[in-house]
């Protein structure tokens, strides 16, 4: 019995100072002295502004920067059913147009590129030369971006079915919830090869290059970003989109691989 009650009492201690904690961290941070802004981005764009947001809040101590990162269609779709956000910065032209067929952005532009690779892990032995050579049967798995939701996953579709190697390699695809986890993917040698993006790829050493995609094989690679309609902080929200379209973020997009749009 004794031990029940020592039991309960240290459990009951223990919720208490986790309770104390969360409680702690929540004051932190929503500082009434600023304004939070909720950014949904696009996976592959996380390093890249991680440098901008402690740019941006040192020269701006009065906003407090937070993101949302996911696929792209996973953001859209989130924004389409009311959740919170101020911006969103998607890395495919066609949520983006969904957005604004519903009216529910305030502006928006294409700020950025990239471009399409197949990855491997960076002690993989196989010599891959083409596409096609994925066909092989020392090749048993490879990872994309879920088509419907994932932009890397959809220009990763349109290339093989460009190519007419899409049905014949049904049975090894492996599909991810957004670009970061084919990385990942193929980082862990779960797959024997990864479709990402060059951003993606200039980050990892874990995985390396095997071939670049011609552009031809499949849709521009954009980048656009913009002001959700219903932001609490419309003008905070078109300050900080203004500062995405600068300079000095452009020069951390380029640090990292990206192409600024033309």
Known sequence: MRIAKRYRFSLLAALALLAASALLKLAVHDDPKKTTLLVSAAASLKD??????????????DIDLTFNYGSSGTL???????????L?????????????DKGLLSEQRVLLENELVMIVPANSKKTITKIEE???????????????????GQYAKETLEALKVWDALQDKLVYAKD???????VETGNVEAGFVYKTDALVSNKAKVALQ????????IVYPAGVINESKHGA????????LKSAEAGAAFQKYGFNLAK
């Open 76 to 86: 859209q779709k989130q924004i389409e059913e009311g959740a919170p956000a101020d």
């Open 236 to 243: 905070e929200a078109k300050a900080f989109y203004a500062y």
């Open 134 to 152: 994925l066909s092989a049967q020392d090749i048993h798995k490879i990872a994309i971006g879920q088509p419907g939701s994932v932009p890397a």
């Open 48 to 61: 890249s502004l991680d440098v901008i947001e402690t740019q941006y809040e040192q020269a701006h101590p």
């Open 213 to 220: 995609i011609l552009p031809t094989l499949h849709a521009p």
């Open 179 to 185: 670009v970061r986890q084919v990385l990942t993917y």
């Open 88 to 100: 969103i910065f998607s890395a495919g032209k066609k949520q983006m147009d969904a957005l604004v």
